[in-house]
């Protein structure tokens, strides 16, 4: 199985690092220097790469910025290129480039494969590229939710398939108890609620309104209001037109038109020009008799009845009486009854609804409670598998006798969900907390890992656990800043030789202390400061030789020309390859 590796890192104004390029490669890497030379930046770094939290102040003083770029060589089709180039990313030569840069001001920008990218894609990536342990990490071990989660992984789709039907059913039975509490708590303003519709569905049912009606009447209103002024100018308008019955001897338009129209008529085959001038002529004499008819019968028709103007202005006091309180018009309260309606049926709905609710919720519990039990069937056979693994670790990194063991227990809630025959308390991931117990030695009582394991233990839990992670959901590059503290002796050794097992199916990089485990790694690092304090380009280099071996001197004894020391370096170096 081809996986990615971490080639290189470039790293500039970085705590103490001016400007230094990490070359790293496939198999083990160990990171070594003395104390405060700046070797956790590795770690730093590339949590930075992988987005992790922008701190201002690991800014190098003086800097304007912090800079941290690293190359990743994919193997094709890797599920993360996917990801990248859905991002934007294109890859350089099969590798992706990430950067991360961070300002004095705290600001913080990402970078993939060329591509402006949030930070959150970079932190989507990194659970399938490295795996980062350090001493927070271990911390982070203690907490219960953390155990659930590392068990929850190694089970596999054991625990996954019964664990997405269990979210499924709890996050519908959250949403059913969420609408059934809001129907029963804020039942009285639901019933003041209902209440205000009916009354005004009543108020308008009272008046009957027409969308448009207040439109029209208004202009009746107008209408009638000038009914007198109105027929005297279509009267008016008439005699101008087509003559007064009682002027005999006067002047109307449509009598000039018809004059107009003879006068040319005698002469329009003498010129087609006055022919045409002649039929235009008719045409008005046509429209101004239909117009005179019209007005004629508009002055008859005009209802000045007095009583309809009343009727219609009594009907507007009506409407505008709605219009006050459900709409600016009668449109928008008609639109309003038929909401209020629909709405007002929901409201009386409540009661069939809590029933159904309530139904459904009780049903779901049921459900919930059987697919919780699957759930804990499945972490409990995990669980002895996962103990068992880490247990056969341990034995390799000089715990021989230590066991390791899960207790998967439930909490008593009258108000959860009925389990085996107890109702016990759930949450969106099952019913069950999960601890890690450790018993060190034999006679000796499981206990948490919290209070039964030294810090080095501690470590030596953290190793095993991410050994056994390897053998069944394996991550290409693996981390550890400090996995050795609390360590000596025998444990390093045997650390170091299960960290060079580890480094046959992954790329491994190691910050450490301890020459005990940096002997197995196939390739070693140096880190060192300058006189001034800083880590530049020359600071970072690989050991070969008599470099090794002199840097392991200091780690053993803190003197690198100690003919003991280098004597003890070399026989670590031989014993490493031979295991190999």
Do not use: C
Request: hydrophobic share 45%; net charge negative.
């Amino acid at each position: 199985m081809v996986l990615s590796v971490l080639e290189e890192m470039r790293i500039r104004s970085l705590g103490v690092i001016d400007d230094a390029v990490v070359e790293l490669s496939p198999g083990f890497t160990a990171v070594t220097g003395e104390t405060g030379a700046g070797k956790t930046m590795v770690v730093t770094s590339l949590g930075l790469l992988l987005g992790g939290r922008a701190d201002p102040a690991l800014v190098r003083i003086g800097a304007k910025n912090a800079v941290v770029e690293g190359r990743i060589a994919m193997p094709d089709g890797a599920s993360a290129v996917v990801r990248a180039e859905e991002a934007g990313a294109e890859l350089d030569d099969g590798a992706l480039l990430i950067s991360r840069t961070v300002s004095a001001e705290g600001r913080s920008r990402a970078h993939l494969g060329g591509r402006s990218v949030p930070v959150g894609v970079l932190a989507e990536l990194a659970d399938e590229l490295v795996a980062v342990h350090g001493q927070t990490d271990q911390q982070g071990l203690l907490k219960l939710s953390r155990q659930r989660a590392a068990l929850d992984r190694y089970a596999g789709d054991a625990v996954a398939v019964p664990l997405a039907k269990y979210g499924e059913a709890y996050r519908r039975l959250r949403a059913v108890a969420v609408e059934l509490d809001e129907i029963v708590t804020r039942a009285r303003e639901r019933a003041q609620e209902a209440d205000l519709l009916r009354y005004g569905l009543d108020e308008i049912a009272g008046v009957e309104p027409r969308a448009g009606e207040d439109v029209e009447l208004a202009e009746e209103a107008e209408r009638l209001g000038h009914a007198e002024a109105l027929a005297s100018a279509a009267t008016a308008a008439h005699a101008a037109l087509a003559g007064n019955p009682e002027d005999p001897e006067g002047v109307d338009a449509s009598t000039l038109v018809a004059g107009a129209h003879r006068a040319l008529e005698a002469v329009r085959s003498h010129d087609p020009a006055l022919a045409a001038l002649a039929d235009r002529i008719g045409e008005i004499g046509i429209l101004l008799g239909d117009v005179a008819g019209e007005l004629a019968g508009y002055a008859d028709d005009l209802d000045a009845d007095p009583l309809r103007l009343a009727a219609v202005e009594e009907r507007r006091a009506a409407l505008t009486a709605l219009t006050r309180k459900y709409g600016e018009d009668i449109a928008s309260v008609v639109a309003w009854a038929e909401q209020s309606a629909q709405r007002l049926t929901e409201l009386d709905g409540d009661d069939g609804r809590i029933e159904e609710l309530t139904a459904e919720r009780d049903a779901l519990r049921v459900e919930l409670g059987g697919l919780a039990q699957a759930l804990t069937d499945a972490r409990q056979e995990a669980a002895e598998r996962f103990a068992a693994a880490v247990t056969a670790e341990l034995g390799s990194l000089a715990m021989p006798h230590a066991r390791v063991s899960f207790e998967i227990r439930q909490t008593e809630d009258p108000e959860g969900v009925e389990v085996g025959g107890r109702t016990v308390a759930y949450g969106p991931s099952g019913v069950d907390e999960v601890e890690l117990l450790l018993a060190p030695h034999p006679g000796a009582p499981p206990r948490p890992i919290a209070k039964g394991a030294s810090g080095g233990e501690l470590s030596r839990v953290m190793l095993a656990v991410e050994v056994v992670f390897a053998g069944t959901d394996p991550v290409p590059t693996y981390l550890f800043d400090e996995v050795d503290a609390g360590v000596g002796g025998k444990a390093a050794v045997e650390i170091g030789r299960r960290l060079a097992r580890l480094a046959r199916s992954a790329q491994v990089v190691v910050v450490t202390h301890l020459p005990q485990v940096a002997a197995f790694a196939d390739r070693q690092l140096l880190v060192e400061k300058t006189n001034d304090g800083s880590v530049t380009r020359s600071g970072v280099k690989v050991l070969e030789g008599e470099d090794r071996v002199r840097e392991l001197s200091r780690m053993l004894a803190g003197q690198e020309d100690s003919e003991t020391a280098r004597a003890h370096a070399e026989e670590l170096l031989a014993a490493a390859r031979a295991d190999a």
